[in-house]
């Protein structure tokens, strides 16, 4: 099994079916849907699609982290991506554009327990297109790592690191972090939009604002230098981050904004 696309939910309605929809469209086979369902009792698993690549594990859970580190207990496939409910593939060649990464890595002598495969995020929110970083550096680990929903994890780096549950918004960031540091993780970006993110998430709330940064500083100084970090910090001071950040996030915008954005990442990713 080369993927194993994974789904937790609980009282999703019908946003359960529009992500397994978009799943099912695939043009690549060799994959596993393993939806994670927390106790449902919206009728949304009864209603489910039933197809003979879609396993359902109903399990009491700690929340979301604790339900995806069930999901991944039960998965069986090579790679792994998560899916929110809502959250769709951009198109219906992703996997099979994934697959043909792998093989390219593979047949290069690259460690295939070892990769992160990662692309471009369409907000559906927004209707803009997210570009990720063409290379992976410390700086980009510290402001904008690629959307969880666009990375192919290797299914040993996901098993070998449960998420940690310490962290309620952003154990997915931790767990990239220590990819990247720890297990130097070789990271590739493939050229390709991978999902079409829903948006609106925990970590999007204004009411988590705080937690979120305080869970940032803890996990970049669990993996950075002192003086990594005051390099991260006068950059995002002289960059004006707080303004870039309003024009990521606004509607109107945004969609020159991550346009420009695209253009520099290519331009780096070119030298």
Request: charged share 25%; proline share 2%.
């Given at each position: 099994m080369r993927f194993s696309i994974i789904i937790v939910c609980l009282n999703a309605g019908e946003k359960l079916n529009q992500t397994l929809d978009s799943i099912l469209s695939q043009t690549y086979t060799e994959y596993e849907i393993v939806v994670k369902d927390g106790g449902s009792c919206d009728r949304s698993i009864e209603e489910m699609r039933q197809d003979h690549c879609i396993r359902l594990f109903k399990e009491p859970d700690k929340g979301i982290y604790d339900a995806m580190n069930q999901a991944v207990a039960h998965a069986r496939g090579d790679f792994l991506l998560f899916l929110n409910c809502g959250d769709l593939f951009y198109d219906?060649?992703?996997?099979?554009?994934?697959?043909?990464?792998?093989?390219?890595?593979?047949?290069?002598?690259?460690?295939?327990?070892?990769?992160?495969?990662?692309?471009?995020?369409?907000?559906?929110?927004?209707?803009?297109?997210?570009a990720s970083a063409g290379r992976?550096?410390?700086?980009?680990?510290?402001?904008?790592?690629?959307?969880?929903?666009?990375?192919?994890?290797?299914?040993?780096?996901?098993?070998?690191?449960?998420?940690?549950?310490?962290?309620?918004?952003?154990?997915?960031?931790?767990?990239?972090?220590?990819?990247?540091?720890?297990?130097?993780?070789?990271?590739?970006?493939?050229?390709?939009?991978?999902?079409?993110?829903?948006?609106?998430?925990?970590?999007?709330?204004?009411?988590?604002?705080?937690r979120d940064r305080e869970e940032h500083r803890q996990i970049t100084s669990t993996y950075m230098s002192a003086g990594e970090l005051l390099r991260y910090r006068l950059f995002m001071l002289c960059t004006f981050a707080p303004l870039r950040s309003f024009l990521a996030e606004n509607s109107f915008f945004s969609g020159g904004y991550h346009w420009l954005k695209e253009r520099i990442y290519h331009r780096i990713k070119q030298e």
């Open positions: 219906e060649k992703v996997l099979e554009r994934a697959a043909e990464a792998v093989e390219s890595q593979a047949a290069a002598g690259a460690d295939v327990n070892g990769l992160v495969l990662y692309g471009d995020t369409y907000s559906a929110r927004n209707q803009t297109m997210i992976i550096t410390g700086l980009t680990c510290y402001r904008n790592i690629p959307c969880h929903q666009s990375c192919f994890y290797s299914a040993a780096l996901c098993k070998e690191k449960p998420y940690d549950l310490q962290y309620r918004i952003r154990a997915d960031y931790d767990h990239f972090l220590w990819c990247y540091y720890i297990k130097k993780a070789k990271m590739i970006h493939m050229g390709m939009a991978v999902s079409s993110y829903e948006g609106g998430g925990v970590s999007e709330d204004k009411r988590n604002h705080d």
